[in-house]
């Protein structure tokens, strides 16, 4: 004969309970993956930003099939360096790279003014240092990025940082005319073999 009274519920199962240790480890994975996803927040943010590339003239509609004018939409811009931009997608990356440069780049590296260090506080106006300020903040983005490594930021700083601020603050780099003392503030970009041609 089989039991039908009705069964009591026993004690339910333990709470599941982690060590200190367990739960460090555990927060310090959480916290490196939101900022995984926040910079890829910001790198699916700038691409989305860009334009649709323009298709040379005679591409359009010469008979090419449809499934190749998709792949070509699919790679992606073709680069993320900012003097192949232009418009709204310059201004966009041009107004992110000053954020960068006066929160982060000038307060730790920006160094005092001479005539042997010369900046510029206008340097968004300088084709080159825009240029090298640019590839030094995408070399950051890869470099500070945990996939990078324990060594990304000293990488950064040998292979980078110091070959940049060398060009940029030459006495004969893009600020040469600008400002050497703090206290007398000047601007102005200097022609280029191309414009001297001209």
């Given at each position: 004969?089989?039991?039908?009274s009705?069964?009591?519920?026993?004690?339910?199962?333990?709470?599941?309970r982690?060590?200190?240790?367990?739960?460090d480890?555990l927060?310090?994975?959480?916290?490196?993956?939101?900022?995984e996803?926040?910079?890829?927040?910001?790198?699916l943010?700038?691409?989305?930003?860009?334009?649709d590339?323009?298709?040379a003239?005679?591409?359009q509609?010469d008979?090419a099939?449809?499934a190749?004018?998709?792949?070509?939409k699919?790679?992606?811009p073709?680069?993320?360096?900012?003097?192949?931009l232009?418009?709204?997608?310059y201004?966009a990356e041009?107004a992110?790279?000053?954020?960068?440069?006066?929160?982060?780049f000038l307060p730790?590296?920006?160094r005092?003014?001479?005539?042997?260090?010369p900046?510029c506080?206008q340097?968004h106006?300088?084709p080159?240092a825009?240029?090298?300020?640019?590839?030094?903040?995408l070399?950051?983005?890869?470099?500070t990025?945990?996939?990078?490594?324990?060594?990304?930021?000293s990488?950064?700083?040998r292979?980078?940082?110091?070959q940049?601020l060398?060009h940029?603050?030459?006495?004969?780099?893009?600020?040469?005319?600008?400002?050497?003392?703090?206290?007398?503030?000047?601007?102005?970009?200097l022609?280029t073999?191309a414009?001297?041609?001209?």
């Amino acid at each position: 004969m089989s039991d039908t009274s009705p069964t009591t519920p026993g004690p339910g199962p333990e709470p599941f309970r982690l060590s200190d240790g367990d739960l460090d480890d555990l927060a310090s994975t959480l916290a490196k993956t939101m900022a995984e996803v926040k910079q890829h927040g910001v790198i699916l943010d700038r691409l989305g930003s860009e334009p649709d590339p323009v298709p040379a003239a005679g591409q359009q509609g010469d008979g090419a099939p449809e499934a190749e004018a998709a792949d070509a939409k699919t790679d992606g811009p073709a680069s993320v360096f900012i003097l192949a931009l232009g418009g709204e997608a310059y201004a966009a990356e041009l107004a992110a790279l000053a954020d960068w440069v006066n929160y982060l780049f000038l307060p730790v590296y920006g160094r005092e003014i001479s005539t042997m260090r010369p900046w510029c506080a206008q340097w968004h106006e300088h084709p080159e240092a825009v240029a090298r300020l640019h590839a030094l903040w995408l070399a950051w983005q890869q470099f500070t990025d945990t996939e990078a490594g324990l060594s990304g930021p000293s990488t950064w700083h040998r292979d980078h940082l110091d070959q940049t601020l060398a060009h940029l603050r030459a006495p004969d780099g893009p600020f040469a005319a600008c400002t050497t003392s703090a206290n007398r503030p000047n601007h102005r970009v200097l022609a280029t073999p191309a414009e001297v041609a001209a």
